[in-house]
């Protein structure tokens, strides 16, 4: 084997390492769930506002989108540069003989399915809370005089206004760098004439 048959065979390690540690965060989801019942249970303690606490939520929601962009990106990333060795050794027959992914990269930055759920979550448990948020504190104020009108009430709102142009940019970056990526480094051509790329390798939802 050559120097860089050898090389090439540690890097493919080495990214399927960054793949398995940028996907297998399930311990963000949980952090987001205890950290929600925790800041809930103060609430109900009255150590902390329920305009603070739902900010903070959100905050956390946020924040696990955000990991779940970037994790993507990763991914996405690393599989193209597997995909690309995986063409220094294998050819158009082990297409149909190992597996077909190899042939055609991911398009657009898709995201796993993995992470999807975890953004899922986030949004659920965020919806959650803002529409508790809504019907605690803002609502029972439409009928009080403009002069009552409480600031503290607006901050979770700021924020979600604040949260999507923040993860808009993100995602729209991360899909940049993915395209950047793709078009650098496309990898060896191989043809794929014969194999059907569906949502089994992210071309179809």
């Not at 960054?18 to 303690?45: P, Y």
């Not at 294998?90 to 991911?106: C, N």
């Not at 508790?132 to 924020?159: K, Q, T, W």
């Not at 940049?176 to 992210?202: A, D, M, Q, V, W």
């Amino acid at each position: 084997m050559s120097n860089r048959e050898e090389l090439l065979l540690k890097m493919y390690d080495q990214m399927f390492n960054d793949i398995n540690r940028h996907i297998l965060v399930i311990w963000q989801s949980i952090s987001v769930l205890i950290g929600a019942f925790a800041i809930l249970a103060l609430v109900e303690k009255k150590v902390v506002p329920l305009d603070i606490a739902t900010s903070i939520i959100l905050l956390l929601c946020a924040w696990l989108i955000a990991h779940s962009l970037d994790a993507s990106y990763w991914y996405n990333r690393n599989l193209v540069i597997i995909a690309n060795i995986e063409r220094q050794f294998l050819s158009e027959g082990d297409l149909k003989q190992i597996h077909y992914y190899f042939g055609e990269h991911r398009p657009k930055n898709k995201m796993l399915t993995h992470l999807r759920l975890q953004v899922a979550l986030a949004f659920g448990l965020g919806s959650v809370v803002v529409l508790f948020h809504l019907f605690e504190r803002v609502v029972p104020g439409f009928s009080a005089p403009i002069c009552n009108f409480d600031l503290m009430r607006s901050i979770p709102y700021f924020l979600i206004i604040g949260a999507i142009i923040y993860l808009w940019r993100l995602k729209n970056k991360c899909i940049k760098k993915y395209e950047e990526f793709l078009e650098n480094s496309p990898g060896k051509e191989i043809s794929t004439k014969g194999i059907r790329y569906g949502s089994g390798h992210g071309f179809k939802d």
